[in-house]
């Protein structure tokens, strides 16, 4: 049961084997743990990475019974609920008897996202619940019915729950860049949006992947591809496995050319998540650095302008 007195100013739900990443980004940040449930008893405007999903707007709720629980959760939100279980488990298999409860579901690449709420008991008689959440899925979980035969990576998903739950595919005016595109995921969900795509590895690209008419593969570094080697390029997207420092010094060159507006790429980290490595991203202007549930011990940085 919930024991701390102290307020509850947003809720971060960890990832499962990562829950050590956000620790280290909660340093310096009053909290309390339960499971996988981190409470933040203190107002802080932290852009937030780790988290699969945050609680934005928490509010408490007194019941007074199981039924009170119920209606008082259907007055609130008619829509789905999510429950966090991490005690009361019986209490709240009974509350949600009464009130729309969401079915864990495989989403389907694009799929519309409905909307949700979610809550979780403290104690028998309150509830903790939020209406707005950072994430579009419940938990922040994004589980798809995978293609198990046509893409040559499992890399491709990165970038179906990036267009699914963030972002708009590009379109067939773009021409687009994939940096470290071997064995061909990515490239392989970026050829049935864009009008071209440069895919970039010094390792060779998936051959049903290089027999697409729309995609361009370059055998070379792409830390020494120049802006004049590749005109046009309207989105640049990197997976290549490099050290933050060398990303960042990539994407700040690659921000001097006019012509790409948006940029999607993966961090990769090291095994103990260093915050001063990942800063710089976090800076530049309208950007966001975020966790896929997708991603593994790494970030996603997406930039539109
Ligand atoms: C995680 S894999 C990319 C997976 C790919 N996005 C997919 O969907 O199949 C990382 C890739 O980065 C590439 N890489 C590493 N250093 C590179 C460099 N300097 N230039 C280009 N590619 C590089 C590796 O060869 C490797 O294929």
Not at 87 to 109: A, C, D, G, Q, S
């Amino acid at each position: 049961m919930y024991k701390s007195d102290l307020p509850i100013h947003s809720v971060l739900i960890s990832p499962i084997h990562l829950a050590e990443q956000l620790k280290v980004e909660l340093e310096g940040v009053q909290y309390t743990q339960e499971d996988l449930i981190f409470f933040v008893h203190e107002q802080t405007d932290k852009k937030w990475i780790w988290p699969n999903t945050v609680w934005l707007e928490p509010k408490v709720l007194k019941i007074e019974s199981i039924k009170d629980a119920s209606n008082k959760l259907r007055s609130i939100f008619r829509g789905a609920w999510q429950s966090y279980t991490p005690y009361l488990h019986r209490r709240t298999k009974l509350i949600e008897e009464n009130i729309k409860v969401f079915k864990p579901k495989r989403y389907n690449y694009l799929d519309n996202l409905s909307p949700f709420a979610e809550w979780m008991l403290l104690d028998e008689t309150t509830i903790l619940y939020s209406l707005r959440t950072s994430a579009n899925a419940p938990m922040g979980q994004v589980e798809f019915n995978e293609d198990k035969t046509s893409p040559p990576s499992r890399a491709y998903l990165k970038l179906w729950e990036t267009f699914t739950c963030h972002i708009s595919p590009p379109t067939n005016n773009d021409i687009v860049m994939d940096l470290g595109a071997c064995p061909g995921g990515w490239t392989w969900v970026l050829k049935n949006h864009a009008s071209k795509v440069i895919s970039v590895d010094k390792a060779p690209l998936d051959k049903k992947i290089l027999a697409a008419s729309n995609v361009t593969y370059l055998a070379q570094d792409a830390f020494k591809l120049r802006k004049e080697d590749v005109p046009e390029v309207s989105w640049l997207l990197s997976d290549i496995a490099c050290y933050p420092e060398k990303l960042l010094e990539l994407v700040q060159y690659w921000m001097t050319a006019d012509t790409i507006k948006t940029f999607v790429c993966t961090v990769k980290l090291q095994d103990k998540f260093n915050p001063s490595l990942v800063e710089d991203f976090q800076k530049i202007p309208n950007s966001k650095l975020f966790h896929l549930y997708q991603n593994k011990n790494e970030l996603t940085w997406i930039l539109q302008r």
